[in-house]
């Protein structure tokens, strides 16, 4: 939460999705009565000549037009 530490969204995600939990009991307790999560997909955005400009998250407005 102080965003003293860098890390990538899925982490952030996880952290997030536990943090009321007070052991890991109670954390394994939960995640079984949890779906499956469903894959996240980046996509490369790329410029004219193929060089490698960023990456595209699902939501993200560019994210359909990618391959």
Same mark, same amino acid.
């Given at each position: &939460?102080?965003?003293q530490?860098?890390?990538?969204?899925?982490?952030? /995600?996880?952290?997030?999705? %536990?943090?009321?939990?007070?052991?890991? &009991?109670?954390?394994?307790?939960?995640?079984?009565?949890? #779906?499956?999560? /469903?894959? %996240? +997909? #980046?996509? +490369?955005?790329?410029?004219?000549?193929?060089?490698?400009?960023? %990456? /595209?998250? #699902?939501?993200?407005?560019d994210?359909?037009? +990618?391959d």
């Open positions: &939460a102080a965003r530490l860098t890390m990538m969204p899925p982490t952030i /995600s996880n952290l997030e999705a %536990i943090v009321d939990h007070r052991s890991a &009991a109670e954390v394994m307790a939960w995640a079984r009565q949890q #779906p499956r999560p /469903s894959a %996240i +997909l #980046p996509r +490369l955005r790329r410029d004219a000549t193929g060089r490698l400009t960023g %990456i /595209s998250m #699902p939501g993200d407005d994210y359909a037009d +990618l």
